[in-house]
């Protein structure tokens, strides 16, 4: 560090000068301590100090995994439960639960022992054992849930499969068609019809009706499977479920209300479906998760409504527009605030030279139609990690901490400790006389119950 480029610097600024012309005398402390060496050619200058910057991909991988484990070691939960259809974004948070044990484990064997102590215990090691190998630390802490329906092609059954042996999960596959059964069966016997998909003959009512069914059957199924389980395999605690809705979908309101995307807590939620990309081609070779490079690849499909031959569900084709359109519509209207007028007006120079002033004006009123549409669904969203600031969410960038630790280390020591030192028989002795002096003593509740105080 050179000092004297310091203080150059700070005296070229005008506002610097102004505040030290109006000082009579700048106060000054003699300490017998030198700061700089002196000037001598015959001594090396330090190597400046190498910085580490993460690469996006690497932000992805790494805040959301230590998020995710600062909340389960608070939160006195045993393990988390995610329902893992083997699209991108469930796949991503696998990945990044997958990432979270690689690091617990790495940590552990650095010689940190809070990490190791809270992963006995999350993990429920007994005889001096811990983790030492992240695939078994997921299996102790992790269940991936694959709720298949009529609706699901084999291969994305397939890819979760597949990546939740390479993550070491414990993973369950059920069918939901049978519940779907038991509603619409009921809804005929009160209504005396049954909704049809679009591709039958339906409404678009009906399709999306028939499409929110199966959504809100996995949110319940998700959230009895992460209590229940852990008892039937004789662990403690209970289980955190959680959510996969990336930002474009908030934003777009591209989700059921009260399907997976309402969990106890969703790490990607602040992230757009380009970056989860880049995450899960980055995560294929950098994480060890070969498979989710065939995940990237293949097309975002909700898989909700039935496959025919002239016929497959595609996400950006219900969402009338790309995922690309989609993160250059979130950055603009979160990030530059623009409403409709002056976002026509950015994406009239971005994008004049392939789509007309008039196919911009359709793209951006489509967009800001469904955005407000959907802005109901933004009061009930899962609590995200915060990686960005097109955040489709407007009420929580509040950081402060929202999560308690339950055990209160501090707080009940400190009570205990109270308690050892009053006698039992003074407490008693105390009566309403004392109110004045406990007042004085800052306890200013004591007589809040009483109206005569």
Avoid at 1 to 24: H, I, N, W, Y
Avoid at 276 to 304: M, Q
Avoid at 342 to 363: D, H, I, T
Wanted: hydrophobic share 35%; aromatic share 10%; net charge neutral.
């Amino acid at each position: 560090m050179d000092l004297d480029a310091v203080t150059s610097l700070r005296g070229s600024l005008s506002s610097f000068q102004e505040q030290a012309s109006c000082k009579v005398k700048v106060p000054s402390v003699d300490v017998p301590y030198n700061l700089c060496l002196p000037f001598n050619l015959r001594i090396r200058l330090s190597v400046p100090l190498q910085i580490k910057y993460h690469s996006a991909e690497e932000e992805i991988a790494f805040g959301p995994a230590c998020w995710l484990w600062d909340y389960l070691r608070r939160s006195g939960a045993s393990g988390f439960l995610l329902p893992l259809s083997g699209g991108a974004d469930s796949s991503s948070v696998s990945a990044i639960v997958g990432c979270m044990c690689q690091l617990v484990v790495k940590e552990i064997a650095n010689g940190d022992e809070q990490v190791k102590a809270d992963a006995i215990r999350i993990g429920n090691y007994k005889d001096g054992q811990y983790p030492t190998d992240s695939r078994e630390l997921v299996k102790r802490i992790f269940y991936s849930v694959f709720m298949g329906s009529e609706n699901n092609s084999k291969m994305t059954k397939s890819r979760a499969k597949v990546l939740a042996d390479e993550i070491g999960s414990w993973h369950l596959e059920v069918s939901i068609d049978g519940l779907v059964s038991s509603l619409l069966s009921l809804f005929q016997t009160l209504t005396g019809k049954r909704p049809r998909y679009k591709v039958d003959g339906g409404s678009n009512i009906e399709n999306l009706s028939l499409q929110n069914i199966q959504a809100r059957i996995r949110m319940v199924l998700a959230f009895m499977l992460a209590s229940l389980l852990p008892w039937v395999h004789n662990k403690p605690g209970f289980y955190l479920v959680l959510g996969s809705t990336n930002a474009d979908e908030g934003l777009r309101g591209n989700l059921t209300k009260y399907d997976c995307s309402s969990a106890d807590i969703n790490p990607i939620g602040s992230l757009s479906k380009q970056d989860l990309r880049a995450f899960l081609r980055w995560a294929a070779i950098h994480l060890g998760y070969s498979s989710l490079a065939y995940i990237e690849a293949a097309p975002p499909t909700a898989e909700l409504e039935p496959i025919r031959s002239n016929y497959t569900q595609c996400d950006e084709v219900d969402i009338g527009m790309s995922y690309e359109e989609l993160s250059v519509y979130g950055r603009l209207r979160k990030t530059f605030r623009c409403g409709p007028v002056s976002m026509f007006q950015n994406l009239c120079y971005r994008w004049g030279a392939r789509l007309s002033p008039s196919q911009v004006a359709e793209k951006v009123k489509h967009f800001f139609k469904y955005y407000s549409i959907n802005r109901h669904k933004m009061t009930t969203m899962t609590p995200f990690y915060h990686a960005e600031s097109y955040s489709p969410e407007d009420n929580r960038f509040d950081l402060r901490q929202f999560l308690y630790n339950t055990r209160w280390p501090y707080q009940f020591q400190k009570i205990d400790e109270l308690v050892h030192e009053l006698d039992v028989k003074d407490v008693q002795k105390l009566g309403n006389h004392d109110t004045v002096a406990a007042l004085s003593n800052g306890v200013g509740a004591t007589g809040s119950g009483n109206p005569n105080v």
